[in-house]
């Protein structure tokens, strides 16, 4: 700062009264001073406002990975829908690993977020003490949690994997299976494989025609080993329903390599609607739900959330349950 107001001719207080758009700066003066800013490079910190103001300009969001195209949108949307307000975002990835989550809960709290965004209902004690100690507006997404912590935007994966069973039953299918991941790190996943679980002891259909594949995410070639598994132990199995669109994917193409007829031989049906689902022959059956959609409904929560704080006032909890929708397409 003091070498701005050198280059500008002015003090340093002046500088800061100019960055800080006050009103006691003539305009001549203040572009002065931001010529002389942009000719350095300089950046006002602004930590010492924030420890005074509480305002930050930052929110957090963590989700699981960041190559997971429901994920990117969903950050997609949430930063579409703070643009203008003065916020910016700050991602983080955890790997689908709740300690990972709680380490960086703690990291992004001492850096003073207004808002903080999860994924998912489930975390460690710590995270979820720290969170609700943190005295700033905090939303789940991405699930129903039985308990929340504040705000929630999302749906019930369990609810969406049985409704694609009984889909699949309406369409004759009769020994439905399931690939998933091999651990519950992804909490959304247990959830769908509990409503897959649910939806065929419900229908009276052959239990047990499930195969874990691996640690989550689940890849494409780790669906290619598992619908391997399932149709040489249960050759039986008529259809299978799979934890994402990437295993369905990898589902599909062994299927094609081994030149067995898709949905003459197997049935094959993901979860989450990526662009490979719309794109890949024949074209997946999959559950969607609207990514961008779930992101500016938590930024638009977060921007209620935060005014309501500035004003010393508490918006209270809100759930929004989002829709998700069967899309029937050829591999069924």
Request: glycine letters at 12%; a positive charge.
């Amino acid at each position: 700062m003091a070498d701005v107001a050198r280059r500008a001719g002015v003090s340093a207080m002046t500088v800061s009264r100019a960055l800080k758009g006050a009103g006691t700066v003539s305009d001549l003066t203040r572009r002065r001073i931001l010529r002389a800013v942009d000719d350095l490079g300089y950046v006002l910190d602004r930590t010492a406002g924030t420890l005074s103001s509480r305002r930050s300009g930052f929110v957090a969001v963590l989700i699981p990975s960041l190559n997971n195209s429901n994920f990117s949108d969903t950050a997609g949307g949430i930063g579409r829908r703070l643009e203008g307000s003065g916020l910016e975002m700050l991602l983080g990835a955890t790997g689908y690993d709740r300690g990972r989550e709680e380490d960086l809960i703690a990291a992004l709290l001492r850096r003073r977020p207004e808002g903080m965004v999860v994924t998912g209902g489930s975390h460690t004690e710590r995270a979820r003490l720290l969170l609700g100690a943190a005295g700033i507006p905090v939303v789940e997404m991405w699930d129903l949690p039985p308990e929340p912590i504040g705000h929630v935007v999302g749906f019930s994966n369990a609810a969406a994997a049985a409704a694609l069973v009984h889909h699949l039953h309406a369409r004759g299918y009769r020994a439905i299976g399931y690939i998933g991941g091999s651990t519950d790190r992804d909490t959304r996943g247990s959830d769908r494989r509990r409503g897959y679980e649910r939806a065929v002891r419900d229908l009276g259909l052959p239990q047990g025609l499930t195969v874990a594949c691996g640690s989550p995410p689940i890849a494409m070639d780790q669906g290619s080993e598992a619908v391997v598994r399932l149709l040489e132990r249960s050759p039986e199995t008529d259809a299978v329903v799979c934890v994402s669109d990437l295993s369905a994917f990898g589902a599909l193409s062994e299927c094609q390599r081994r030149g067995w007829s898709v949905p003459g031989r197997l049935a094959i049906a993901g979860f989450g609607d990526f662009e490979l689902s719309r794109s890949c022959h024949p074209r997946l059956t999959t559950v969607s739900v609207d990514a961008p959609a779930i992101g500016d409904g938590v930024g638009d929560l977060l921007l209620r959330a935060i005014a309501a704080g500035r004003a010393d006032a508490v918006l209270a909890p809100e759930t929004r349950r989002m829709p998700f929708a069967i899309l029937q397409r050829e591999t069924t």
